[in-house]
Structures are given as C-alpha cells and as structure tokens.
C-alpha cells in the first residue's frame, strides 16, 4: 500500500498486533482483504474474550488518573487530534478509500465529521456537568454528571471511522476510558487509525484500548464486569443479542440499529429534484448506510416520471474500484453481502416487482437497481437491503402514504419531499422517526446532533451533542453540610 511510505501509518505498526496497552502482538493475526480486488490490503492481530478481560482491566485501572487530569490538558488532547487529522488526511483517505471500498468524497466526509466530533469532545470537558438543587436544613445540593467508567465501544464496516469516534471522543470526554472493537473488515479505519491519533496526541496509556475481532470479542465485551457501558452500532440482529447479554451484568447500553427508511415524495414535489435525491439516499456509499433510503413512496401522479429520472441516474452511475477510478460506487463489503442483497432483489422479482435497471453484479460490483411496482410483503420492501437497490411503492393518498410508511419495525430516517413544508411536517408527524429531513433525503449526520433512531433501529439512545451527556455519564447526587447533624439515634 502507498501509504506505507507515510511514517504516522506504517503497517508495520499494527501487522499482527492489537492496541492493548500500547501497541502489542496478538496470539493470532488476520488479513485484512480490499473489497474491490480481494487482495490483501494489511494485517492485523485479533483478539480474543482473554483479551477483553486485560484491556478491561486495564482501561479501569486508568480512569480515575484520566478524570483526574487538568481540564485543560484534555481538552488539548482532543484538539490535538482533530489536527492530526486534518494532517495526515491525505494518507487516511487512502487508507479508507481501500478497506471500505468507498468513493474518495465518503472518506472526505468520515474525516470531516471526526475532526467535528473531536472538537467537539473538546469543548465537553469544559461543559457545565451538573446543576444546584433546592435542599432542606441549609445543605449545598447539587446533581452532577459522572462517567461510567470504562465504555465498550462495538462498530460496524460501512462508516467505520465516524461510527467509531462519535463513541470513543466523547466517551472519553465524559471522563470514561474506552475499549473499542471495531469490525473485523475495518480494523484500520474503525480503530487503528483512532488508536494513531490519540496516541500521538498524548493520551495516557491504557485510556483506549483497540481490540479488532469478531463477534465472540463483542460478547465478551458485553459480560465483562470492567465494562460499565457498551455503545454498539450494527445490526438489529446482532444489537439485540448484544442487549440481552450485557442486560445480565446490568450495564447501560446503547444500540444504534438498521433501518429501512422511507423517502415520501408528495404530488406538488418537483420531480426532478425528488429524483436526485432519491438516487443520492438508495445510491450512496452502494446503499450501506443504516440512513440509506430503503423505500421511495411517490405519489401516483409523480411516480412514473421519478421512477423514469431514477432508473435514467442508475443507468448512468460509473461502478468500478474506487481507488483507481472516478466512479460513483464502489463495491460492496464482501461476497456475502453481495450474495444477499442479490436474492433480495431476485425475490422479490419473483413476487411481482418489476426490475428497471440494474439486478447483476460483477465481483462484488452491484449494478444500481431500480425495482418498481413494489409491495408490502415482498423482501425489498421488508428488509434492510444494505445494497445499491432502490424500491419504488405508489400510493394515491396522503393516508395511504403514512400506512405504507408506518408498515415497518424500524424508525431511523424520514425524508418528505413537497412544496408544501407545512404539509410535509404534518405527513411526517404521523411517522414515528429519529430523524426527520422536510425536503431532503434520509442520509444527513453533523457531529453535534443527537443522532439515533426508535423501534427496531435502536433503543433510544442517541449520539451527538447533548445526547453524548445523557449516554456518557450518569447522575450523582451530591449534598454537602458544615458539620455532621445528630440524629435520634
Ligand atoms: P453487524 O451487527 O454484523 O456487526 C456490527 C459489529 O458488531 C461488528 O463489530 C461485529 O463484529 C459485532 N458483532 C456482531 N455480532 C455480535 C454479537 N452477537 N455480540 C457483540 N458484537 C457483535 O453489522 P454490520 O453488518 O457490520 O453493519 C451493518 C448494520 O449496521 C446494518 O444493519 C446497519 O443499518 C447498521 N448500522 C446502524 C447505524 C446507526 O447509527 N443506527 C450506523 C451504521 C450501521
């Protein structure tokens, strides 16, 4: 890799290694594959639940000399690392662009919001933590914030970089240290890259710990008795078992989850802006993204033109390696996923949607699909697809529009589009939603939003912001008196 010519990423810093303690060998090693070529791109250790255990422990050993430190000095530490990437993002971009399989402007938008999100871990430390409470007898009594302790911190493959940080800064903002397990497609951009950074920042060994590994490292993640929170980003599969199991140990969790979000297009829209953005919402980043727009509901007077527009834009789109070539996608994360997301669209074919373009791959190259004609109860309509497929669905009337809609589990992502706003918010207020965009697509994040979806895309947690004092600390009361009072006792 190019890179390899850039001190800060080396691979010979992490091949076989993990960041436990510093950088460490690890008792197995893995490859790490580049979607878009199956080569090997670098190695890297992985871990294993004794692991968990070590890092734990350590991490906990470690927060109370972290809380501790001068405000100042930590606050500088974040700051530090949002230069360091802005700095090294040339080599970063490389980095992501290769072990993600994005398009170059997806990387510039990972480093941007982790630049956002350090700075604004930054300004956390020097946050009012708490308030003064009314108290009986003359006593001071305040409710402030403290941190858990040691975070877990569980991401995913597509937006590795953010998914990771928007955790792990303000985790440790909050005071807390941090043990972090990126997915094992994404060791480097979901965790070694954070581990570079805050290393060369200056934060005190042990404050993070970054353990790549597979799904038994997250489950001993979420049993260890070290591990106070687990902040995990993933599947609605996966997310549920990952709060069944730390509910045994009784830690706090914050699941972030799937969705299948739905894009409303109303009869006023104008269809050709409603066309781009349902291209940008279904299309980006090959449609894995847990805000991709998953279901186009247009109404019948405007639906076979944007179905037109649309199918013309995926006809269009360039698909090929990213790395070597401006292409508006890249592939997607493995065969796998590949293998899935073309039964989808095979089934639900089958059960009577109508294929406008698209529907083949090559290698793991998914051509932009469009299906028309789209039911409840076919797969594309059902399921979080998690591929380049967007699902056309006609309705005639506004009530019919919010039943479609409605007619899901999740609750992570609302675009309407209408040249009416008041009617759009009053459409979106019969759709239960965490975010909601009047006039846009559903894929939107800032650093300092709170970010997080209802039902069967997470557990009401949310990340960004204020939210990042709600899941990152907890309250303690505290009464303070001149002397201790007698009691009859
Ligand atoms: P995944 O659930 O398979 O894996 C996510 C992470 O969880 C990985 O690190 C994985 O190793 C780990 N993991 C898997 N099973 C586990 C278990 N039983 N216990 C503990 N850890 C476990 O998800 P994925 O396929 O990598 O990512 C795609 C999913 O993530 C999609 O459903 C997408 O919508 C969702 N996602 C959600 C958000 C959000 O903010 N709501 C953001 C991005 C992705």
Known sequence: MGSNDI????????????????????????????????????????????????????????????????????????????????????????????????IPPKAGVELHMAVGILNEAAGMVTQPSGLVLPSDGGRISLARRVPHGVVGVISPFNFPLILSIRAVAPGLAAGNTVVLKPDPHTPITGGYLIA????????????????????????????????????FTGSTAAGRSVGELAGKTLKKVTLELGGKNRLVILDDADVDLAASCAAWGAYL????????????????????????????????????????????????????????????????IKQGAKLAAGGSYEGNFYKPTVLTGVQPGMRCFEEEVFGPVASVVSFSSEDEAVGLANRTEYGLSLGVISASTSRAL????????????????????????????RGASGNGGRHGGPANWEEFTQWQWVTIKDSAPRYPF
């Open 426 to 453: 009053a459409l979106a207020a019969r759709i239960p939603t965490g975010l909601l965009h009047i006039n846009d697509q559903t894929v939107a994040d800032e650093p300092h939003i709170p970010f997080g979806g």
């Open 196 to 231: 570079r950074v805050f290393e060369e920042a200056g934060l005190p060994k042990d404050c993070l710990q970054v353990l790549p590994g597979g799904a038994d490292v997250g489950q001993a993640m979420c049993a260890d008795p070290n591990i106070a929170m687990i902040s």
């Open 7 to 102: 001190p800060f990423l080396n691979t010979g810093i992490w091949n076989g290694k993990l960041f436990l303690s510093g950088w460490n060998a690890a008792s197995a090693a893995h490859e790490i594959l580049e979607p878009a070529t199956g080569s090997v791109l670098t190695r890297v250790g992985m871990a294993t639940p004794a692991d968990v255990a070590e890092a734990a422990k350590r991490a906990r050993a470690a927060q109370a000399a972290w809380v501790a430190l001068p405000y100042e000095q930590r606050a500088a530490i974040f700051r530090k690392a949002a230069v360091i990437i802005e700095r090294e993002s040339e080599g970063m971009t490389q980095w992501i662009v290769r072990e993600t399989g994005c």
């Open 285 to 348: 980043h090959q449609g894995q993204i847990c805000m991709t727009t998953g279901v186009i509901l247009a109404h019948e007077k405007v639906a076979k033109k944007v179905t037109e527009l649309l199918t013309e834009k995926a006809n269009h789109l360039p698909v090929g390696d990213p790395a070597t070539q401006q292409v508006a996608l890249g592939p997607l994360i493995n065969a796998r996923q590949r293998d899935r997301v073309h039964s989808i669209v095979q089934d639900s």
